[in-house]
């Protein structure tokens, strides 16, 4: 695995701990650390930094504590990604661009069989471009976030004392 942060990067590794004792460890790191905020849902924790100190590209760790056993050992599920409002926005944008362009075709198509003026196939470049468009502001977005998704990935790392990538690909094998 990688270890410069990609969009929205996924590891996976085992702890012996169970979820009680990893949830402990968030909640003592993050009461001994200013930078970073939790929110906890069962065995879903959700860590960023501090609301003052995040942007609009601020990157949030989805943690997820799964275990298949009672004393078997914990398998942790992390995910660093956008906020969920940021993904949706995209995702929004890239479904509008692509039935813009699917109309735009559509249109283009039937014009060009009637021997009409194509002017349809301008909505497929302008779909295509805001396609693009939008790829370059979320290329600028995973730049200006790149600094914090290394930050908590080292968080995390602190929290159980090792080197996530490490086990993970320890993991994967």
Not at 31 to 46: E, P, R
Not at 72 to 99: D, E, H, K, Q
Not at 101 to 123: C, I, R
Not at 157 to 165: A, L, Y
Request: proline fraction near 3%; charge should be negative; include cysteine.
């Amino acid at each position: 695995m990688k270890t410069t942060p990609t969009f929205r990067p996924r590891f996976k590794f085992v702890l012996d701990l169970d979820s009680h004792e990893i949830a402990e460890r968030f909640s003592q790191y993050v009461a001994q650390n200013d930078n970073v905020s939790l929110t906890t849902s069962q065995n879903h924790f959700i860590l960023s930094h501090r609301k003052q100190q995040r942007h609009y590209w601020s990157p949030f760790l989805d943690v997820s504590v799964e275990r298949e056993d009672e004393k078997g050992p914990s398998l942790v599920r992390c995910l660093i990604g956008p906020a969920p409002n940021i993904w949706t926005m995209f995702m929004f944008v890239y479904g509008f661009c692509g039935f813009v362009a699917f109309v735009g075709l559509t249109l283009g198509m039937s014009q060009w069989t009637l021997k009409k003026e194509m002017w349809g196939f301008w909505l497929l470049l302008i779909a295509l471009l805001g396609m693009g468009f939008m790829y370059f502001v979320s290329w600028e977005g995973q730049n200006l976030a790149k600094e914090e998704m290394i930050d908590l990935k080292q968080h995390i790392d602190k929290m159980f004392n090792c080197d996530c990538f490490e086990l993970h690909d320890e993991y994967m094998k």
